[in-house]
């Protein structure tokens, strides 16, 4: 449980960096705001427009007799808009990183060189077309299996009780983790360390990932507010990947952060 609140303090530790330093915190919140008003207007047409495609989508519903028929389709539009607010949470982290990838690069060298003992900041050595290539691949598994389990999460929530008690629950966390993951790649990509080696490093550790990206995807939620922390995200994920690799950070307790009787990874 140590961990859970260790996850929280790296988010916390994040957002201080990004508030001490406005010029970083300025650049990285372009990126979000381009992904916000892609995805407001996407959002705004499936309001407009969801009830006329799910009509589309249901001919065998047109000769049922009323209401039953606008229920059937009220649920259905209800449930899609549902669905694609839990894939924007999903995806919006993914999307916006992809989109600011130079930005939150350059943000999160800066982190390093803040907290390296000896103000240095690991170097992929890679061409910029060919980090964007590796970001917009793995990018794209992640959001896969992000969908997967949202499916997955949607299906469940018919179950009677647990799908309204137990099922949203299981999202946060999910969603936690896959925030987490994309969050900490642009640190630990620089670092050469591939996506399934990542996946591996964050399973070990999950009580701290789910410390620090499910409070992150709760405040997602909040119009507008995945804009404003973003940057400090990505600053604090780049903290928590150094703790998770080991890394020696200037001023840090980071053994404090490790479970008792653990030693940081």
Do not use: C, N
């Amino acid at each position: 449980m140590r961990d859970l609140g260790a996850g929280f303090s790296y988010l916390l530790k994040g957002q201080r960096w990004v508030a001490r330093h406005g010029k970083q915190y300025g650049f990285g919140l372009l990126p979000g705001l381009i992904t916000l008003v892609l995805y407001a207007a996407a959002l705004t047409a499936l309001a407009l427009w969801g009830e006329d495609a799910v009509a589309w989508a249901t001919p065998f519903a047109d000769d049922w007799s009323s209401p039953w028929a606008g229920l059937f389709r009220g649920f259905l539009t209800v449930v899609l808009f549902a669905l694609a607010l839990l894939l924007s949470v999903l995806t919006f982290t993914a999307v916006t990183l992809l989109v600011g990838q130079p930005f939150y690069e350059s943000l999160s060298e800066q982190v390093d060189r803040d907290v390296s003992p000896d103000g240095t900041a690991p170097e992929s050595g890679l061409p910029l077309w060919r980090e964007l290539w590796i970001s917009a691949r793995d990018s794209l598994r992640i959001v896969v299996r992000a969908a997967v389990w949202g499916a997955l999460l949607f299906a469940a929530g018919f179950i009677p009780v647990a799908g309204q008690t137990v099922v949203p629950v299981l999202g946060f966390f999910v969603t936690g983790f896959f925030l987490t993951e994309e969050l900490t790649a642009v640190a630990l990509q620089r670092r050469g360390v591939e996506l399934r080696d990542r996946l591996a490093l964050l399973r070990s550790r999950k009580m701290l990932v789910w410390g620090f990206g499910t409070p992150l995807g709760l405040a997602f939620l909040v119009p507008f507010v995945a804009v404003f922390l973003m940057p400090g995200a990505v600053a604090g994920a780049t903290l928590m990947a150094r703790h998770l690799l080991g890394e020696e950070t200037a001023g840090d307790d980071r053994d404090a952060a490790a479970p008792e009787g653990e030693v940081a990874r």
